[in-house]
């Protein structure tokens, strides 16, 4: 009986473990796959390719951004944020810095970061907190908080 009880706790901690084991993130995965998106981002800015560098926000009216005092809803909405404030002369050169990717699943991760503009004579920074979601179509931001 003692064996079989043992046997028991054995098999369910081997289970176990195997389980949690699935289940933990692969985080050095999700940091380079997050980075690369980052990086993908910047360069479509600085391009001025403002479609690729919205190819990573989640395009659904679920999205929400938020900035100083305002709430957006809808990827649509940010685009036309973007569009309106960010054209032109206006465009600057774009840079992330002092990225702290948190991953709390293979399929959840956040980015605390900086990101600055840098135009001709001056430049304007802040600070960013990002949610990233995995879904079928990849890393999607499916809400950022940027001030």
Known sequence: ???????????????????????SPDIQKVENEIKDILDKQ???????????????YWNSEKFTFQSGSKRLHGWNALLSRYKVRDSGEKWGKLDFTDIEIKVLSNDIAYVLGRWQLM????????????IFL????????????TS
Request: one cysteine or more; hydrophobic letters at 40%.
């Open 119 to 130: 135009y001709e004579d001056s430049s304007e920074e802040g600070l960013f907190t990002i």
């Open 134 to 145: 995995r879904m079928p179509e990849g890393w999607r931001i499916v809400h950022d908080h």
């Open 1 to 23: 009986m003692k064996k079989l009880v043992l046997l028991l706790v054995i098999t369910s901690l081997v289970i176990l473990m195997t389980y949690c084991c699935e289940l």
């Open 42 to 56: 910047k360069i479509s800015w600085n391009e001025e390719n403002i479609e690729g560098f919205m190819e990573y």
